[in-house]
Nanobody, 116 residues
Framework: QLQLVESGGGSVQPGGSLRLSCTASAFALEAYAIGWFRQAPGKEREGVSCISSSGGSTNYADSVKGRFTVSRDNAKNTVYLQMNSLKPEDTALYYC?????????WGQGTQVTVSS
């Protein structure tokens, strides 16, 4: 059973940083593109970033460009989302995602709260 697990969320002040991690049990992430999404209360889930299987290609939502960086360490079976210059509007539950064998898989999410 493919399970994605996110970690690294927390509460920070505006301007702070967090690094989220996404790993998987009993599944090698290295062959797959991985996406990061977020969902704030009362809002729809939105795409934040994605990274190709090799890590050579990345994409970002306009709202996070220049502040967030996605990366991966396939030796550690982990994908990261480095979030800098955090803003209150970044507050959300953050999920990682993979599509495998015709199905979509999501982690349980990790909460990020940006508040003074």
């Amino acid at each position: 059973q493919l399970q994605l697990v996110e970690s690294g969320g927390g509460s920070v002040q505006p301007g702070g940083s967090l690094r989220l991690s996404c790993t998987a049990s009993a599944f090698a992430l290295e062959a797959y593109a991985i996406g990061w999404f977020r969902q704030a209360p009362g809002k729809e889930r939105e795409g934040v970033s994605c990274i190709s299987s090799s890590g050579g290609s990345t994409n970002y939502a306009d709202s996070v460009k220049g502040r967030f960086t996605v990366s991966r360490d396939n030796a550690k079976n982990t994908v990261y989302l480095q979030m800098n210059s955090l803003k209150p509007e970044d507050t959300a539950l953050y999920y990682c995602y993979v599509s495998w064998s015709g199905r979509d898989y999501w982690g349980q999410g990790t909460q990020v709260t940006v508040s003074s």
